[in-house]
């Protein structure tokens, strides 16, 4: 398979460049030249979802990968269930926090981390760079912790994540550096763009990125909505299925639509925003204007100018009726949320994070007649602990793998939002 750049002025590239890489040469995103779609016979008989995922990503992969070694990653990768329960009638969760790090990243960090250690056997070093607003961070530093050959460089924003999720990339030094940047997580992509595109950096240094800006971190979410259809399937609830997505830096709603794209029977779809309305907004007016991030209490969706709206562009051929056609918006602030989450805790018993809540809320509300909905809860509600109690006036339990990462000493290197000190310190790896 060969991946072209969003921005139309790079060299095609093979999928050991697109990995390696991470960011095209004109600071495009990189996407492939087809996508491939699956046969009726499979959606008739899906298996497990270990199967479901193989089959999805021989579509993606196979052309690059050798089959029983692809089959090995996906395999690895989803040593957990990612299940479908129902919230009420016609509602159901998607639960993607059952990996390691309690967060629906876990999926796309594990998978890349297979597939550049695939890549990279007996080559130099590689410097993994990676923005977070909060879950990227653990999924890619614990996804990645160990792997030799591979250093990674988690950038988050000091005072603008939860204290759980610092902890999950702060604790855990080996191969792991933490760069607690004063700024915003805009800030902290922007940083990690620019050193793609430093040339005295990338004479200096091998670098890629673990966020989904990179291809193998995003299109392996797209087994997620294979999962859940096939679940819903068994159901008997596969019928006029729409699916909502909670959304800030959009690799996951837009693994979703490529998912689409390969004949996944999905109606249309939602695209739940907190106050960073920025899609939202492109929706209603046609035009795309990304502005600085608000801080919310849905904290990994407080993105102001998702880096994945490029790829969705150029899916839909820069056409935004094409858009609005497969996607729909909605956009909370944060008393929305907390009403939400304590709205269905009280009626239905069922315990969202708060962005999940923008999930359910937005299907709630949008879902119409005959229809029947999935969410995406995106992390487990004991990652934003003290905001969730403080909501639902009650404490909540925090599962053990969480708690084995508040034990841990933080590490952290603090750093100015400008790119001079950023440089410098990568300098002096």
Not at 26 to 45: N, T, V
Not at 174 to 195: H, Y
Not at 398 to 403: H, K
Request: proline share 4%; hydrophobic share 40%.
């Amino acid at each position: 398979m060969r991946y072209y750049s969003t921005n139309g002025k790079a060299p095609v590239a093979d999928l050991r460049k697109a990995v390696v890489k991470g960011l095209a040469e004109d600071r495009g995103l990189y996407m492939p030249e087809r996508i491939q779609q699956l046969p009726a016979a499979f959606f008739e008989s899906m298996g497990t979802f270990v199967e479901v995922a193989q089959a999805v990503a021989d579509a993606f992969f196979g052309e690059d990968v050798p089959a029983a070694e692809l089959h090995r990653i996906v395999a690895e990768t989803l040593s957990f269930d990612c299940p479908v329960r129902e919230v009420e009638p016609g509602i159901y969760a998607l639960e993607l926090f059952h990996g390691p790090t309690l967060a629906f990243k876990d999926v796309g960090a594990r998978f890349m981390a297979r597939l550049l250690q695939h890549f990279l056997v007996g080559k130099d070093e590689v410097h993994v760079l990676v923005a977070t607003s909060g879950d990227t961070g653990s999924a890619v530093a614990n996804g990645f912790l160990g792997v030799d050959g591979i250093r990674v460089h988690v950038l988050y924003p000091k005072g603008k994540v939860s204290p759980i999720q610092e902890c999950q990339f702060t604790t855990l030094g080996k191969n792991i550096t933490a760069l607690e940047i004063d700024g915003t997580f805009d800030d902290c992509q922007a940083l990690v763009k620019a050193a793609f595109m430093d040339e005295e950096l990338n004479r200096a240094l091998r670098l890629t990125s673990a966020n989904s800006i990179n291809v193998a971190r995003f299109l392996p979410q797209a087994f997620y909505y294979f999962w859940a259809y096939a679940q819903l399937k068994k159901l008997g609830k596969a019928d006029n299925v729409v699916c909502c997505v909670p959304s800030g830096n959009f690799g996951n709603i837009c693994a979703a639509l490529f998912g689409h794209r390969m004949g996944l029977p999905i109606k249309r779809f939602i695209a739940a925003n907190n106050a960073n309305s920025v899609f939202y907004e492109f929706l209603g007016t046609g035009e795309y204007r990304p502005r600085p991030s608000v801080r919310t209490i849905a904290n990994a969706m407080d993105v102001g100018d998702p880096s994945n709206f490029a790829r969705i562009w150029d899916l839909y051929g820069h056409d935004v009726d094409a858009i609005r056609k497969d996607i729909s918006g909605a956009t909370y602030s944060d008393e929305q949320i907390a009403s939400t989450i304590k709205d269905c805790f009280a009626r239905t018993g069922y315990l969202l994070d708060p962005h999940g809540a923008c999930g359910y809320r937005a299907l709630k509300e949008g879902l119409r007649h005959g229809e029947v909905g999935f969410f995406c809860e995106t992390a487990h509600p004991a990652k934003f602990k003290d905001t969730v109690e403080g909501i639902i006036g009650t404490s909540v339990d925090i599962p053990e793998r969480l708690a084995a990462f508040m034990n841990g000493t933080k590490q952290a290197v603090s750093l100015p939002k400008d790119f001079v000190s950023f440089k410098e310190y990568l300098l002096t790896l």
